[in-house]
C-alpha cells in the first residue's frame, strides 16, 4: 500500500507546476485519468485492482477538474481493501491497510485478520507487528500486556512508524534506527527526526538540526514538510527569509492534493491566489478555509473608506452568506478583530447571533456573551433567558452544558435568568459528573469566600479532587494555598511540588521559588541561577525580573538588570526593554543609570511602545524628584487609554494620580470612580484595584460610600494570600481604621506582612519594635527590620535609621547618618536630599563641598522642598562672589 501511495504521489508531484490558476487544461485532464482508473478499477473484481483502488481512495482523490486537492475516502478505502481480502488477497499490502482501517473504526473485523498479521510478523514484516502493537495497546488484541514488546519487534523489523512511537515514549535505543531508515531516504522518518531535534526529545534541542532534517523531508515528497519548512522560509526562522521559494513549495505541495498548503496560501499569497485556494480547500470539506473566505470578505468590506452606509452594506454582504449558520457565526466571532473594525462588523454581527440565540442556539449566545463581555456590555435579558434556558435542555445530554450555566451565572452575565442557588447546584452536579472546570471553580469560591464561607480545608479538597482530573490550573493553585499555609507540613508539600515543576523545566515553579526566596532575603545564587537556564522566552525572562525588581533590593535590581539584559540579548522585545528602563530608574542610582533608564524609556515611549509609554508614566509618577513631570506622565496614560480604553494598568496609574494629585488637580472622586469600574469587571475582584480603593476608603473614610468598609475589603484580599493587604491593614490600624488607634492589631498584621517580605512593613513593624508600639520595645530587632526595609528601599525606614544614628555624637555617628541620607537622596526623597545638601554644606559627616550641596539642594527644590529653594538664594550670592574673588585674583596673577 505505501509503494502504491508513493508511486502516485510521485506520478502527481512529476506532473507541470505552476500557479495553478483555475481553467489550467493540465488539471482537467489530470481529473479525467484519475477518474478513468478509478472507474476501471472499481468495476475489476481482480484482488491486484482492488489493493491499487484502496491505496488511491486512502490517498485521497482530486476534488474536482479544477481542484487539485484531495480529499481521501477511508470508508471507501477500506470497503475494496476488504473486497481485495475477500477475493482472497493475502498480501502484507492489503492485511496491513485493511487492518489499521479497521483498528481506527474501534477494532470491528480486526480479529479476522490477527492470525494473518502474526504470520507476516514471524516472516519479517514490521508493519504488521506494529499494526499488532497498535491493537495490544487499544486492547483489541489478546494480549494488552505485549504492546510494548511488540513495539520493540517491529522496531527492530524497521517498522518507522514504531520506531517514531518508541522514540516518542522515551526510548534512545529507537535513534540510531530510525537515523539509518531517514539516511536510506524515508520521508517519515526524517519527519519524525525534525520533531525529535525540535522538541528536544532522546537529544538536546536543535533547532538548526531539525530544520534540516524537515529540508530533506520536504525534498523527499513529503507534503506536511513541505507545509512546514514553507512555513520557515516565510518567517525566516533559522533560516534566510524566501517567500517566493516559500510560495513555490506551498502551491507544489498543494497541487500536489495538500489542504493545509492551501490554507497557508490562502493566507500568504496575493488576493486572487489567496480566494482561489481558499475556495478549493472549503470545497474540499475544510471548514477553517471557509471561514478564512468569509474573513477575506469582511476584511475587503472593511477596507472600503468611501461612504459609510455603503460600508455597512458590504460588511452586510459578507456575512450575508453564513446569516443563518449559527455555528459559522459563532467562528466568525470568535476571530480576533482590531480595535477599529469591531464597532464596524457588530452593528451587523451582534443582530445575527442575537437571532440565533434567541432560538436557542448555545453557541451562538455563548459567543455573544463572549463579543459583549469584551465590550464590557451585559447580556440583553431576552438572551439571556433563551440561552439560560438552551442551557438547561441540553444539560440533558451534556453535563458540561450545567458547567456552562453555572459560570455565566457567577459571573453575572444572566441577571434574573438563573439565581445564585441553583447555579451553584448545577456547578456541585457538574462537579459530580466528572468535569474538573467545575471542581476548580469551587476551590476558588473557598478559597476566595465568594459564595460559601472561605474554608482553606474544603478549597484544599476541592484543589486536589482537581488536579486528580487532570486540570493543571488546580495543582498550581493548591500549591499557592498551601505555601501560605501555616502548616509546615503544607508548605513542604508546596515546595516539593515546585521542585519537581522545576526539574521539568516548568518557569511557573522557577518564579514561585524565588518569590518565595526574596521574602526572606535575596534569593540563592544557585536557585537563580537554575530560574535563568530555566527561562526559554522572552516573556520568562520579563517575569523573573519584574519578580526581583519587586523587593526594592539593590541587590535585587542589579540581579533584574542582568536578566533583562539576557533577554535583550537575543533580540528586542518591548516589554523587556520597558523594563529594563524601569528598573534602571529604581535603586540607589541616582545618577547615570536613572538617566539611562529614563532616556531608554523616552525614547520607546516616543516610538509607539505601549509597554514603554506605561512604564515611563509608571517612573515619572512614583517620585516627588519628577514633579515637573508629573503631568507629562497623566500625559501618557492619557494616550495609553484613548487607544485601549480598558488598559487595567494604566488606569489604576491614573487614578493612583487623582488620589495623590500628582498630574491633576487633586479628585477622589474620580479617582474612586475609576478603581470602582476596574473592580466590576471579572468573576472576581482585581488585588490591585481592591487595594486602592481601600487605601482611598481607609485615607478619606468621609468620602466614602455609607456601605464600603475598608477593612473588610482588606481583610478579604489577606485571607486570598496578599501580603500587600496585611501591609494596609496593618498601616490601616496606626490610622484608626475603622475607628480608634490599634496598635495591638495593627502589630499582628504587621509583623505578618514583615515575615513575608512586604518591605513597607517591615519599616512600619520595626518602627513599632524601636518604640515599643503595640508590641514589646526592642531596638535591636527594630533596627533590623529598619535595615532590611531601608535595603529594599523603604524611605521612612531609611529616615528612621537616619535619626537613630544621628542620637550618637562622634564623627563615625556622623558618616553612618550621612549615609544614610545619601541613600534616601538618591531613591528621590526630598527631605533626605535637603539634609545631605546642609551635610555637604557644613561638612557634617561628609567632606565640605559646595558643589555637591548646590546639587542636593536642587533636587530637593525641584522636588517642592521651599527650605531649599531658599537656601539656594542664599547660596547664589556667595557663589557669584567666589567667581569674582578668582577672576579677579587670577587678573592679579596675569598682571604681575
Known sequence: MIRACLFILSLILALPHGVAIAGDAALAERYAAERQTVERLSASNAAADRRQLGAMLLAGLMTGPDNPLRRPDREAAKAAYGAAFARGDRTAETAVALARLRLAASGPGFRELEGLLRRLMFQGNGEAAHVLALAAGQGAGHDPGEARQLLESAAVMG?????????????????????????????????????????????????????????????????????????????????????????????????????????????TAQTDEKRLWLARAAEAGNSRAGLELHTLDLAAALAFRGDTAERQARIGRALEPIAADPEALTKLAGRALDREAAPQVAPVLLPLLRDAALTGNVSAGLALDAWLRAARQVLPADVAGALADALRRAEATD????????????????????????????????ADNGIGEAMLRIARMYAHGSLPNRSPLFARRWYETAAAAGVDAASWELAALRMRDSDPAGRAAAERFYLKKLDE????????????????????????????????????????????????????????????????????????????????????????????????????????????????????????????????????????????????????????????????????????????????????????????????????????????????????????????????????????????LDPDRAAVHLSEAAANGDRDAMAAFGHLLVNGHGIRTSRAEGQKWLTRAADAGNLAAVDDLSRAAGSGTDKAVGARVAAWLRRAAERGHADAAFQIGTAYLKGAGVGQNDTEAARWLEQAAGAGNQRAARMLKTLAPAADEQQQASKAAAASGGSR
Open 159 to 267: 517498522s518507522v512508524g514504531a520506531l517514531t512511537d518508541l522514540a516518542e515514549s522515551g526510548e534512545k535505543a529507537a535513534l540510531p534506527p530510525l537515523r539509518a531508515r531517514a539516511e536510506a531516504g524515508s520521508p517519515r522518518a526524517m519527519l519524525a527526526l525534525a520533531n525529535i531535534h525540535r522538541e528536544g526529545r532522546l537529544v538536546p534541542a536543535d533547532p538548526i538540526a531539525a530544520l534540516d532534517w524537515l529540508h530533506r523531508a520536504a525534498e523527499a515528497g513529503s507534503l506536511p514538510a513541505m507545509v512546514r519548512y514553507a512555513g520557515h522560509l516565510q518567517r525566516g526562522e533559522n533560516v534566510a527569509t524566501d517567500p517566493a521559494r516559500a510560495l513555490d513549495m506551498l502551491r507544489k505541495a498543494a497541487d500536489a492534493g495538500s489542504v493545509d498548503a492551501a490554507l497557508a496560501l490562502g493566507r
Open 399 to 430: 453535563p458540561r452544558a450545567g458547567l456552562a450555566l453555572a459560570a455565566l451565572s457567577l459571573d453575572g452575565r444572566l441577571g434574573e435568568a438563573v439565581g445564585t442557588g441553583e447555579a451553584v447546584e448545577r456547578l456541585f452536579a457538574a
Open 505 to 740: 523545566g516548568d518557569m511557573r515553579a522557577a518564579l514561585a521559588l524565588v518569590a518565595r526566596a526574596l521574602k526572606s532575603g535575596p534569593a540563592e545564587p544557585r536557585l537563580l541561577a537554575r530560574a535563568r537556564e530555566t527561562a526559554k522566552r522572552p516573556a520568562d525572562f520579563v517575569a523573573l525580573a519584574r519578580t526581583l525588581a519587586a523587593t526594592g533590593r539593590d541587590g535585587d535590581l542589579a540581579e533584574a538588570r542582568r536578566v533583562l539584559a539576557q533577554a535583550l540579548a537575543a533580540g528586542p522585545d518591548p516589554e523587556a526593554q520597558a523594563l529594563y528602563g524601569l528598573v534602571l530608574t529604581r535603586g540607589d542610582t541616582a545618577g547615570p543609570e536613572r538617566r539611562e533608564g529614563l532616556a531608554l524609556l523616552e525614547r520607546e515611549a516616543a516610538a509607539g511602545s505601549r509597554p514603554a509609554r506605561l512604564a515611563l508614566a509608571s517612573a515619572l509618577l512614583s517620585s516627588g524628584t519628577f514633579a515637573a513631570r508629573h503631568a507629562e506622565a497623566v500625559g501618557l496614560l492619557d494616550a495609553i487609554l484613548a487607544d485601549e480604553p480598558h488598559d487595567v494598568p494604566a488606569r489604576l496609574l491614573l487614578a493612583r494620580a487623582y488620589f495623590n494629585g500628582r498630574g491633576v488637580t487633586r479628585d477622589t472622586a474620580r479617582g474612586a470612580e475609576i478603581v470602582a469600574a476596574v473592580r466590576a469587571e471579572g468573576a472576581y475582584d482585581r488585588p490591585g484595584a481592591t487595594l486602592l480603593e481601600a487605601e482611598w476608603l481607609a485615607a478619606a473614610p468621609t468620602q466614602a460610600d455609607a456601605g464600603a468598609d475598608p477593612a473588610a475589603m482588606l481583610e478579604a484580599q489577606a485571607d486570598r494570600g496578599s501580603v500587600q493587604a496585611r501591609t494596609a491593614l496593618g498601616l490601616g490600624y496606626l490610622a484608626g481604621l475603622g475607628g480608634p
